[in-house]
Nanobody
Framework: QVQLVESGGGLVQAGGSLRLSCAAS????????AGWYRQTPGNQRELVAT???????NYADSVKGRFTISRDNAKNTVYLQMNSLKPEDTAVYYC??????????????WGQGTQVTVSS
């Protein structure tokens, strides 16, 4: 079984920064692609940023130049550095990882979500 645990959310003023972490634990052989998504009430979950095992990165247009995704393969951890935060970045942020488990299965996993609130 694999678990993803997010941390680092909170309340910040507009223009501020937060760093989200997503730590994966369990029977992990390899984390393939990983990413961050966000969701606000009444809306679908949307992509924020993704990073492949080879380091290819993709960002939503709304966060380009402000957010940076990175990963530490040795720690099975993915990060999202969020700078110049705006009130419209307020959402629950979810971590997603495509994992090859120790038994060889490939599955998608989601974290429980962490709230980010940006005040104006």
């Amino acid at each position: 079984q694999v678990q993803l645990v997010e941390s680092g959310g909170g309340l910040v003023q507009a223009g501020g920064s937060l760093r989200l972490s997503c730590a994966a634990s369990g029977s992990i052989f390899k984390i393939n692609a990983a990413g961050w998504y966000r969701q606000t009430p009444g809306n679908q979950r949307e992509l924020v940023a993704t990073i492949t095992s080879g380091g290819f990165i993709n960002y939503a247009d709304s966060v380009k130049g402000r957010f940076t995704i990175s990963r530490d393969n040795a720690k099975n951890t993915v990060y999202l550095q969020m700078n110049s935060l705006k009130p419209e970045d307020t959402a629950v942020y979810y971590c997603n990882a495509a994992v090859t488990t120790g038994s060889g299965w490939r599955r998608d996993y989601w974290g429980q979500g962490t709230q980010v609130t940006v005040s104006s």
